[in-house]
């Protein structure tokens, strides 16, 4: 169900030991568009105390995306990261991110205010995500011929072999999509037999290694905290009387960030029901 991500306040005979006592929780549920939602309790985190609710729950999914596609990738200052979407969630984290490791970012947007969101964030270089065409010749034209370092791929169709086209060797493409991915044999065929091809599921991640998630649910708050995180641009709908208004906004591809639903009247109640997975 859609809306993964969530925040509010944990209630359960059986609270986790890592949530007692907070005053708020965030994390992932279980189709959480609801007053109260189910979760497993260890997929969730301490509400960050610099954030609010509304800021909390558009961190997790995207920013876990990031950290397990950068972070873990051993991307390093003065490389070239190739991030497409760079105006929607996993975009603007991987736009921070960059810039928190110092790396030189090509990020690709659609419509002309959606470019000027990811200048504003930080981009070194803009692209069209619209064309494949004019990204491979605006991408190697502002690079000057040179390659990318990394790749985190949302997009499909030719954009997927004309980002690979782009990169260096020893260099990595990291794919977040659910259309169009590509095979390893294709792969294989394709590419340059040093290129890292790595599909990233982060579903399939959470369910084999929840531990994995909740730690780094933890870093993100204590990131937060430190106001090295931020939260994401986001739009907030009552859940009760606009919720067809939000999808409307994602179905028109009109966001910047998140759109976020919000319980205007009542008390937000996440249900952390120990390991026990729903």
């Known amino acids: 169900p859609p809306g993964g991500d969530c925040a509010g306040h944990a209630t359960s005979e059986d609270v986790p030991t890592h949530l007692q006592g907070c005053a708020g929780v965030y994390g992932v549920g279980y189709a959480p568009l609801a007053s109260i939602a189910c979760a497993d309790g260890r997929l969730l985190g301490l509400q960050p105390r610099a954030l609010d609710f509304e800021g909390s729950c558009t961190l997790p999914t995207v920013w876990s995306t990031v950290h397990q596609s950068l972070g873990e990738a051993g991307i390093r200052s003065e490389l070239c990261v190739l991030l497409h979407a760079a105006a929607g969630g996993v975009g603007l984290v991987g736009l921070e991110y960059c810039a928190w490791l110092g790396t030189y970012v090509v990020g690709t947007a659609g419509k002309p205010q959606k470019h000027r969101t990811v200048a504003a964030r930080g981009a070194t270089l803009r692209a069209s995500s619209r064309d494949g065409t004019s990204l491979a010749y605006g991408a190697a034209r502002l690079r000057s011929g040179t390659r990318v370092s990394h790749v985190l791929n949302s997009l499909s169709r030719d954009f997927i072999s004309l980002s690979i086209a782009l990169l260096a060797e020893r260099s990595c493409f990291a794919e977040i999509g659910k259309i169009n991915i590509w095979s390893q044999e294709r792969k294989a065929a394709a590419a340059t037999p040093t290129l890292l091809y790595v599909v990233l599921a982060l579903d399939t991640v959470m369910a084999e290694e929840p ?14 905290d430190a106001r090295v995180v931020c939260a994401l641009p986001l739009q907030s709908f009552d859940m009760m009387r606009q919720h067809v208004d939000a999808f409307r906004l994602l179905q028109r591809g009109a966001n910047t960030g998140k759109a976020v639903l919000r319980l205007a009247h009542t008390t937000t109640v996440v249900q952390a029901l120990g390991a026990q997975t729903i």
């Open 211 to 224: 531990a994995w998630m909740q730690n780094v649910l933890r870093r993100i708050s204590i990131r937060a």
